[in-house]
């Protein structure tokens, strides 16, 4: 190899310090390759027509623009810049190809602005420069048609879909573009991976979903069923604790939804959840959105019959439970239902996470996209949320039993299947 010389060397950092602009009213080149025009150096997209993912950044990276390669040992050799061609893409194709039917190949990159931001803001376009990047973005998206898109942040989420969202709520959710309907996941900045480097253990966490969501639409994928009881009597409630003995079950997954009150015993419980294998779970109901009882005439007498009949078959059984964050739980299943908690939680998966990872979201929408196949579950929930501004400010009285029955149980199947 050959070492760059030294008026190479001088001219690629006085490039990286202060790249030239273009013109706010100049259109984007449409390019086929990285090349210069009027001053401005432009990056297109780098990506077959129909590719499987196209990843797409905010901006490029000073890595991709580089015209020299800075080796391990300290040699600078010169290379040809282009988008997907640094070392933030480079571990995201080593990912891409951990997955069976994936391959790096089939995978491309664009940016929503083609080309380097000043030193000061490189990852923080203006207003108008996203607009821009934005329109022209669109129109290769038409062009290259990608079977899966990954927004590498918010600003990338928000050049391809005009759906008012806070990061918090898109991150590992699937939306769809406005143009063409192709599937567009969340992901978080990829130049992070270079600078907080546990963040690639993230990466693999979106790209499995991903994986999933490609191979779903490839029907190669068959997702594990899921079962759902909902409770919502008493000769109901001792049919499923028969079954239970029937089937010997005695360790389970629980979750209590909260109604108003805010939380823990000032609040009341709308439901609790059970689930005791990987496929089935019970619905315990309260009462509805509409505020109608279940399993007794007023919520008191249904706590205390339910929990009599649930605490009668947990001492008879010597069950155990698991669950997300249970010290949150088994104050209201002691004070409301009078079920014993001390000494019988095994598994808490949210500690679990913290012991494993300390840098690891602890939430249950990262456990379900590393550990099941159900994806971020809780999108129905959140885009109602959306609409209903401050109606969860007391608790979840108000959602909709359609939204609230399949969330919930899927919390308690995401903890049994992690465990």
Not at 29 to 53: H, K, M, Q, T
Request: charged fraction near 20%; charge should be negative; glycine fraction near 6%.
């Amino acid at each position: 190899m050959q070492d760059a010389s030294f008026s190479q060397k001088q001219a690629d950092r006085e490039y990286l310090s202060e790249p030239q602009q273009p013109d706010p009213a100049a259109p984007i080149p449409n390019l086929s390759a990285s090349r210069c025009v009027g001053g401005v150096r432009y990056f297109p997209p780098v990506a077959e027509e129909g590719c499987d993912i196209l990843f797409v950044q905010i901006a490029v990276l000073p890595e991709e623009a580089s015209q020299i390669h800075v080796t391990a040992h300290g040699a600078e050799i010169p290379r040809k810049p282009g988008l997907g061609t640094g070392p933030a893409a480079q571990i995201i194709r080593d990912i891409v190809n951990r997955f069976p039917n994936f391959h790096d190949s089939r995978v491309g990159f664009a940016s929503v602005i083609p080309w380097l931001l000043p030193k000061t803001r490189r990852y923080r376009p203006n207003k108008d420069e996203a607009a821009k990047g934005a329109d022209y973005l669109r129109a290769q998206v038409q062009r290259i048609k990608p079977k899966v898109i990954v927004a590498l942040g918010m600003p990338a989420f928000k050049a391809l879909s005009s759906l008012r969202i806070s990061y918090d709520d898109a991150r590992y959710g699937w939306f769809s573009t406005d143009d063409g309907n192709i599937p567009l996941y969340c992901s978080f900045p990829s130049h992070l991976l270079l600078t907080q480097p546990w963040t690639q253990d993230a990466m693999i966490t979106d790209l499995q979903e991903v994986y999933r969501m490609a191979e779903a639409r490839a029907t190669r994928l068959s997702f594990s069923p899921v079962n759902i009881q909902v409770i919502a009597s008493i000769p109901e409630l001792l049919a499923l604790i028969d079954y239970w003995r029937s089937v010997g079950a005695k360790c389970f997954s629980v979750d209590c939804e909260w109604g108003r009150g805010g939380a823990f015993v000032d609040c009341d419980v709308r439901s609790i959840q059970f689930a005791w294998n990987n496929s089935d779970a019970a619905y315990l109901r309260f009462y509805d959105e509409h505020n109608k009882r279940y399993l007794a005439d007023s919520i008191r007498e249904a706590y205390l019959a339910v929990g009599a009949h649930l605490e009668d078959y947990f001492q008879e059984c010597g069950a155990t439970f698991i669950g997300h964050h249970f010290s949150a739980d088994s104050p209201v299943m002691e004070y409301w239902l009078g079920i014993t908690t001390r000494g019988r939680c095994v598994f808490d998966s949210e500690y679990a996470l913290q012991v494993a990872d300390e840098y690891a979201s602890r939430g249950l929408e990262n456990l379900a996209l590393r550990y099941t196949d159900f994806g971020r579950y809780d999108m129905d929930l959140v885009m109602w949320k959306r609409a209903n501004p401050g109606a969860t400010a007391d608790g979840y009285h108000l959602i909709p039993d359609s939204i609230m029955i399949p969330y919930a149980c899927k919390d308690v199947l995401t903890v049994w299947r992690s465990r």
